[in-house]
């Protein structure tokens, strides 16, 4: 296991956990979606995370190989969040197995999310197993992100 | 199909941090960073402000290009828009800082991080594109739309009805019936300051089982009492998750409760000014998230100044008033007696060992049964209140009439021995079902 991604950050970042994503445009803007479920597969050190090119399309059309990636994980119930950063490695289409995956994300989190008592109405737009598009990327710093004063604090980094 | 344009007024339910806002900035090495938002605040159809407390790697990023991508959702459709923004001026004192900071010690106190939340700066930003995120796969069907309520026509109809009324009494029944009958606002109350200003007290109330006048709120504690120490209005548009918030109240304070809904989703409240200074605070409360919008808190605004001006000048009429004095019958001397005890360090009544009112009223009726029982004197004007010295008025000879009013409601609440009845206008008369034992707590008062 890498001492980046330790297996309980493994575990949490493929749980039920809400997902942003952001990339950066040709204008130096960072663009903003949301995830459909993500994993980290330690064979190849990369994170899979499952995006909705449809929805996302300025994510996605700015996820090329070599580009930059940020991406936040939430666990609703406490709002535990880790920010993870990290350089593209790849983007395909999901595969079959890969959009089941993403749409038993989906149904997990519609669970969850309504026992907290967030209606799915409130979701409706954030969560889509449609579309799915695979980013696979080589993560280099893990942040604490969770509120307060400490949101922000750095956990991890591979040194240059 | 050209869709219509997105106003940044339209998304203001996106702005109130039920579901938390995301900002996305870029640091020096091209790298995207994300942090989450408690609030977008609303500044005009081209500007919104954030506010600036621990999101340090955002800040340094947006000092160094200046720009800088928000989404917002909104709470209730689930709707999502992308908001480009240009970083503008950061501020630090000022109307929209302390409308921020005000709004944040709120939102703290609600979520129990009392002190976490503190503002540094509030950071203005232009918004320059605003798109709609469109959902591949909506997982419900978009609720209906409300239907337009015309806030400008209501308020200025509640304000004709203020206007039209004389009497400070009438006055704040016209602003309530109002704002229940025009506005539909289901849940509400007016509470006044006493003189220094550290206590809010329950004049008025409508949809409650009970109307609990002479219950207080301290300033400062909850939504009423941050709304009174900031003289700013604070609107709370769901409160699924926090904690109750309105009647967050301390120590002997709650010896009448504040009546209140069971389950408040939605909380408003606006000060009263006038004349540069707080007169009161009207709060209104619902069970249905996002009942209020902020053009209810627009026409709330204009409504309560209104109240404000209407009885402080209702007041001063009636100081000029002389009113002709008439004796009225005498009280029966074989009725019953009642124990009527007032506890000088705080101007405290009990009739028959309950508490009835403190502060200000308390000692108005402590004058007026005390001169009963010395000269039979059963009728007072209000110039003859405010002129006697030793009732220790002079902080706020512009509000008697309200403090009559609120010992009056109290007095007709309790449904005791003892009430206040208005002859005409100016004038109180006392009215009793027995006759009072006094008992004074503490050091004898010299009345003249």
Redesign the interface.
Known sequence: MSTLISSELADFISGPVMM?V???DQ??????GRGTGALYDEATGLIDLFV?R???P?VVENAAPGG?????F?RPTDYL?Y?I?GVIEDITPATEAEAARGQLYVERM?TLMEA???R????????????LMRIGFHPSDVFL?S???H??ERLAGVTA | MTRPVIRLGDLRNSFEG??PS?I???DD????????L?HVYYIDETHVALSNQ????TAANVRR?G?????V?D??????H?L?LQFEQSCDSGEVFERISTHLDVMSHLRG?EG?MKLKSADIYRVTQIRE????????P??EPRPHRDRISHAARIISAIGAEADSDTILDAALDGLRDEMAFRNLMVLLPNEDETVLTMVASRGYDRYGTGAEVPVGTGVIGMTAASKRPVLIADL??ARRYARAITGDTAQIPLPGLEAPQCQMAVPMMAKGRLRGVIFAESELSFAFTHEDEAALGLIANQLASCLLLADLQAQAVQPSIALPPAPDTDSRRFRFRYFLHDDSVFIDNEYLIRGVPGRLLYYFVRKFTESGQRDFSNREIRRDSSLRLPDFKDNLETRLILLRRRLDEKAGPLRLSRPERGQVRLEFDGLPDIEVVGAAPALP
Request: net charge positive; aromatic share 6%.
């Open positions: 942003v952001s990339t950066r204008r130096f803007r960072a663009t903003i909705c449809a929805q996302w300025d930059k990636i940020a991406a936040t939430v969040c920010q950063k519609l907290l008592e967030v799915r109405a409130q979701l409706s737009h954030s969560l889509c197993a449609r579309d992100q509120p307060g004063p949101a922000g | 039920v579901i995301i996305g900035t870029i090495d091209g790298m995207p960073n994300i942090s989450y408690s621990f999101f340090s790697k290009l720009v800088a991508t928000v989404m959702v709470a209730l459709s689930g709707a999502q992308l480009d991080h976490l995120v469109l959902a591949a796969a909506p997982l419900a978009p609720p699924t998750r």
